[in-house]
């Protein structure tokens, strides 16, 4: 598939971030957390237990060379679900690793909306960065991933997931072939559609973005938008 394929489907793309991290996302790029605790210079055991289950919790270093970092909680995972729901072999910290070494875009701006009203965090008031797909995929070609799934939530019925969950954009033929790919013979289902898009690695987004957003009180403030 090629970027403008995608991008013809879904021409902007949206990453929600904890407030205050714009001037690092411009010097550094987005990290996924494995990435970003190890330049903040956390330790080993404290990095393989926030990378390596659900996180209750988010958690918070201060002056670290990073500056302030967040990792955010990931309460909509549950290790049980995940249990019941993982394939090839993958265990519940298999999957949080490969969490932890990507960065996450929702294709959709109504799952944006349904991850930012969600119990959990609906109180906390998020950054929200509209990204022009076309320039960032084209930018990161060989390191993009479709996910057609939610893959960082098990809440109601948890999806089935494995490592073909992510699907390297560079080895997708057409949008077409992607969406039918899990069907698999004689079953009846729905085509897939793209709800995430990831990357592995840095993400250098800065270039790319549409619109910075604050997200407060159930509500959207335009921040900054290109001229």
């Given at each position: ?79 049980t679900a995940l249990r019941r729901c ?66 960082g939530s098990t809440i109601r019925k ?70």
């Amino acid at each position: 598939m090629t970027p403008e394929e995608l991008a013809s489907r879904h021409p902007q793309l949206f990453h929600q971030m904890p407030v205050g991290r714009w001037e690092s996302v411009v010097e550094h790029g987005l990290l996924p957390p494995r990435l970003l605790l190890e330049r903040a210079g956390v330790d080993a055991r404290t990095m393989d237990a926030l990378t390596s289950k659900p996180r209750r919790t988010a958690a918070v270093f201060e002056d670290t060379p990073m500056g302030r970092v967040v990792i955010s909680d990931s309460i909509p995972l549950s290790e049980t679900a995940l249990r019941r729901c993982l394939d090839d072999g993958l265990s519940p910290q298999d999957w949080c690793g490969m969490l932890a070494e990507r960065v996450f875009f929702w294709a959709n701006e109504r799952d944006l909306d349904g991850l930012l009203r969600a119990r959990s965090i609906r109180d906390v008031a998020r950054d929200v960065l509209v990204i022009d797909t076309l320039g960032f995929v084209t930018a990161h070609f060989d390191r993009v991933e479709l996910s057609p799934i939610n893959s960082g939530s098990t809440i109601r019925k948890a999806a089935r997931r494995g490592l073909s969950t992510y699907a390297p954009l560079s080895g997708v033929e057409s949008y077409r072939e992607w969406s039918e790919r899990r069907m698999g013979a004689g079953v009846k289902r729905s085509r897939d559609v793209v709800r995430e898009v990831t990357v592995r690695g840095v993400a250098d987004v800065a270039p790319f973005v549409l619109e910075r957003r604050r997200y407060a009180g159930g509500a959207y403030e335009v921040e900054w938008r290109a001229g």
